[in-house]
């Protein structure tokens, strides 16, 4: 089985401090993403990693960096976090190629609370 | 570009009766459409995916989904609910590459299913 995880359930932070997390996979995936997910809005994409050193901004990248050093690992990088960051935040892994049809592997999820 | 429009904010059956989650879409490519289910506290499970094969997609748990490309729609079905069904259900669209392309995912709002004894 696909195994995705993440360095936290729950986190919480204080305004300003930087913030990461991170994620693993254990299936040698091409492609890494996180999200973030809000009540009524449902997943929105922050930024993603198609290879090691790649990445790609989603639709909500303001305020978040990342970081991919290596293939398994997948870091989001809250540079001075802000109140509005408050959400879950979920990462997912897919392989690439044609078989995949996109089909997406999703880690357990970080809570994150900044006071 | 393309969209997903969950109907249901919330939808509330009793156990053993039907389910039907509503779900439309638009999408400038032929698309890929899935349906993933997150139970309290945990990541996001694949129920069931659409990729141009069969248009009655049968999933885990019992679920299925029809993908109607005249109503644009991909509606999620369940004859009997059980109480682990409870959960939030997200209906997913992704255009449907060949190669190594990455498709992008979007999501729809969700849908809180509720299931009463």
């Known amino acids: 089985d696909v195994k995705v995880t993440q360095s936290s359930r729950y986190l919480v932070k204080r305004t300003g401090e930087k913030v990461f997390l991170e994620c693993v996979q254990d299936m040698d995936h091409e492609n890494m993403f996180w999200y973030r997910q809000d009540p009524g809005l449902g997943l929105r994409l922050i930024y993603f990693?198609?290879?090691?050193?790649?990445?790609e901004k989603g639709d909500i990248p303001e305020g978040y960096s990342v970081s991919r050093e290596k293939k398994e690992r997948f870091s989001l990088i809250l540079e001075s976090a802000s109140t509005n960051q408050t959400s879950m935040y979920l990462c997912?892994?897919?392989?690439?190629?044609?078989?995949?049809?996109?089909?997406?592997?999703f880690g357990p999820g970080t809570r994150l609370t900044v006071l | 570009a393309q969209s997903v429009t969950q109907l249901d904010s919330h939808v509330s059956v009793s156990e053993g009766t039907p389910v039907l989650l509503r779900c439309n879409y638009s999408?400038?490519?032929?698309?890929?459409l899935f349906w993933y289910v997150q139970h309290p506290n945990k990541g996001l499970q694949l129920l069931l995916k659409y990729t141009s094969a069969a248009t009655l997609v049968k999933g885990i748990n019992g679920f299925e989904a029809e993908f109607k490309k005249s109503e644009t729609s991909f509606h999620l079905t369940k004859p009997s609910a059980h109480m682990s069904d409870a959960a939030e259900y997200f209906c997913?669209?992704?255009?449907?590459?060949?190669?190594?392309?990455?498709?992008?995912?979007?999501f729809g709002q969700g849908t809180i299913l509720t299931v009463h004894p």
């Open positions: 997912a892994s897919s392989p690439l190629g044609a078989g995949s049809y996109n089909e997406q592997f």
């Open positions: 997913v669209v992704s255009p449907r590459l060949s190669g190594t392309s990455y498709g992008k995912l979007t």
């Open positions: 999408s400038s490519y032929s698309p890929s």
């Open positions: 990693s198609y290879d090691v050193k790649m990445k």
